[in-house]
C-alpha cells in the first residue's frame, strides 16, 4: 500500500468556523508533512512531524493548527481562517530513514474554499 | 536560502523530446528530485539525482551537474498524458522540501 489519503476532498467554510483536514497512511512512514498549494504555484511546506514531534513550523499563523495523534494520521485543525486561505491543502509522508533518498508520497488532497 | 528556477511554460508535440531545465542556489545538496503533477491532482514522484550524472527511468531521464548547480529532466517520445506541471525539488536538513516554480507542459497532437 503506497497510498496517502485525505479527507475530505473538498471543503468549503466561513470565516468563523472550525474544520479539520485528515490525513491518514498506512506505510510505516514516520514522517508526515501539510503543504499549501495555491493554483498554478508550487507547494509550500507548512509543517513537519517526525516520529509524532513537530520538527519544522514554517512561521505558519496559528490559526492553524497541527496534530499527529498517531505515527498514521496527522490532521490539521483549522479556525477563524482568511479567504487568502483558499488553496489546496496537500498531506505527504516519508519513512524519514535519514537518507538522502527519502521520497516524500503525497496525497490527493483537500481543496478548501473559504467563504 | 534555498531557491529553484525553472522555465513556466513548455509545448511540445506527440513523440517530441522534451528538456526541463533547473538551477539551484542551496545551503546544503542534498540532492535534486523532480515531481509531476497533473491537474487536479497529487504530486508524484518521478527521480532523484544525489550525485553528478543521468538516471534514466523509462521514457524519464534526469541529470545533475552539482559543480554547475544544474539539473534537468528529460521527457521522451511524448504522449498525450504526460501533459502535466514538473517540479524540481530540493530536500534540506530536516526532510524540508524546497519546489521550484513548476514547468507547466503542454503535448499537442
Known amino acids: 500500500d503506497t497510498e496517502v489519503t485525505q479527507t475530505p476532498k473538498h471543503l468549503v467554510m466561513g470565516m468563523t468556523n472550525k474544520k479539520s483536514l485528515k490525513c491518514e497512511q498506512h506505510m510505516g512512514h514516520r514522517a508526515m508533512y501539510w503543504y499549501k498549494q495555491k493554483a498554478k504555484k508550487p507547494p509550500e511546506l507548512m509543517f513537519v512531524y517526525s516520529y509524532e514531534k513537530l520538527s519544522i513550523n514554517e512561521s505558519v499563523p496559528s490559526r492553524f493548527s497541527p496534530e499527529c495523534p498517531n505515527s498514521s494520521l496527522l490532521n490539521l485543525h483549522l479556525h477563524a481562517l482568511q479567504p487568502e486561505d483558499s488553496a489546496l491543502y496537500l498531506c505527504?509522508?516519508?519513512?524519514?530513514?535519514?537518507?538522502?533518498?527519502?521520497?516524500?508520497?503525497f496525497g490527493p488532497g483537500t481543496r478548501l474554499t473559504v467563504l | 536560502g534555498q531557491s529553484l528556477e525553472q522555465p513556466s511554460e513548455v509545448t511540445a508535440v506527440e513523440g517530441a523530446i522534451v528538456q526541463i531545465n533547473c538551477t539551484y542556489q542551496?545551503?546544503?545538496?542534498?540532492?535534486l528530485s523532480w515531481y509531476q503533477q497533473h491537474d487536479g491532482g497529487a504530486p508524484t514522484f518521478l527521480s532523484y539525482n544525489a550525485l553528478d550524472g543521468l538516471e534514466e527511468t523509462g521514457r524519464f531521464s534526469s541529470f545533475l551537474s552539482r559543480s554547475d548547480s544544474y539539473g534537468y529532466l528529460l521527457l521522451q517520445e511524448l504522449q498525450m498524458k504526460d501533459s502535466a506541471s514538473y517540479f524540481c525539488s530540493h530536500k534540506a536538513a530536516g526532510n524540508k522540501l524546497t519546489f521550484g516554480g513548476g514547468t507547466r507542459v503542454l503535448v499537442k497532437p
Open positions: 505527504a509522508s516519508s519513512q524519514d530513514s535519514g537518507l538522502r533518498t527519502d521520497t516524500q508520497y
Open positions: 542551496t545551503s546544503g545538496f542534498y540532492g
